[in-house]
C-alpha cells in the first residue's frame, strides 16, 4: 500500500520560520509535490521535488531525500494569510512512465499567530 | 489561474440516486482527475484519465464510473448515491511537459451531500 505522514497541526508566529515534514512509503516514486490549501478552497501547487536537494522559491524551500523516503517544505517570514493546509504529494511510477498516479498526504493544518 | 469549473459546485441528493458531476478546462491539458477530500483522509484519487476515452481507477473507485467523450470534460457518476459518499470533489487537471506530468491545478470543487 501507499503510506504518507505529516504532522497534524502545528503553530507558529508571524515573522518567524517553520518547518513541516514528510515522510512517505510508496510502491514507486516519480516525484513529490507541496500544495496550499486554505480552508474552504482548492488546492494550489507550491512545490516539486524529484531529485535529492533543496528547491527555493522565494519564501518557500522544499527538501528532497529520496533514500530516507522524506521530505520537508519551510517557510519563511511568515505571514498571518500563511495560515492554511500544507499536503505533500507523490506522483507514483507508471504503466506508461507518464506519471500520472498520485497520492496525498493527510495535510498538516498551519495556524500562523499574530 | 487555470480555467477549470466544476458544475454544480453544491447539491444535496437522497440515497439511492444518481449523480453525475462534471469538470470542465479550457486548457487543452491531457491528464484530468477526480478526487474526494474528507476530513482525516486528506485527498483520496477516484478515478483519472490520460486522454479522450482512455480513464483508469484510483484509490478509491468503488461507487464511481467516469467518462471522457471530448478532452475538455470529465464526468464523475455516481450510480446509487450512499451516504458515504457525502465528500467535497475536486477535479483536477494536468499538463504532459518533457515526458513527465507535472503539477496538477485543481477546480473549485463540489459540495455533495447524500441524505
Known amino acids: 500500500g501507499q503510506n504518507i505522514d505529516q504532522p497534524t497541526e502545528m503553530t507558529a508566529t508571524e515573522g518567524a520560520i517553520v518547518q513541516i515534514n514528510c515522510t512517505y512509503q510508496?510502491?514507486?516514486?516519480?516525484?513529490l509535490f507541496w500544495y496550499q490549501q486554505h480552508a474552504g478552497e482548492a488546492p494550489t501547487f507550491l512545490s516539486y521535488?524529484?531529485?535529492?536537494g533543496l528547491e527555493e522559491k522565494g519564501r518557500f524551500s522544499s527538501f528532497l531525500s529520496r533514500s530516507k523516503g522524506y521530505s520537508y517544505l519551510l517557510l519563511k517570514e511568515l505571514q498571518m494569510k500563511d495560515s492554511a493546509s500544507y499536503l505533500c504529494?507523490?506522483?507514483?511510477?507508471?504503466?506508461?512512465?507518464?506519471?500520472?498516479?498520485?497520492?496525498f498526504g493527510p495535510g498538516t493544518r498551519l495556524s500562523v499567530l499574530p | 489561474d487555470a480555467g477549470i469549473t466544476q458544475s454544480p459546485r453544491h447539491k444535496v441528493t437522497e440515497t439511492g440516486t444518481p449523480v453525475t458531476l462534471r469538470c470542465h478546462q479550457t486548457?487543452?491539458?491531457?491528464?484530468m482527475y477526480w478526487y474526494r477530500q474528507d476530513p482525516g483522509h486528506g485527498l483520496r484519487l477516484i478515478h483519472y484519465?490520460?486522454?479522450?476515452?482512455?480513464?483508469d481507477k484510483g484509490e478509491v473507485s468503488d461507487g464511481y464510473s467516469v467518462s471522457r467523450s471530448k478532452t475538455e470534460d470529465f464526468l464523475l457518476t455516481l450510480e446509487s448515491a450512499t451516504s458515504s459518499q457525502t465528500s467535497v470533489y475536486f477535479c483536477?487537471?494536468?499538463?504532459?511537459?518533457?515526458?513527465?506530468?507535472?503539477?496538477?491545478?485543481f477546480g473549485p470543487g463540489t459540495r455533495l451531500t447524500v441524505t
Open positions: 510508496t510502491s514507486g516514486f516519480n516525484g
Open positions: 483536477a487537471i494536468s499538463e504532459l511537459k518533457g515526458g513527465r506530468a507535472y503539477e496538477q491545478y
Open positions: 504529494a507523490v506522483r507514483l511510477m507508471s504503466r506508461d512512465n507518464y506519471g500520472q498516479n498520485f497520492v
Open positions: 484519465s490520460y486522454g479522450v476515452k482512455d480513464t
Open positions: 486548457e487543452n491539458h491531457r491528464y
Open positions: 521535488n524529484v531529485l535529492d
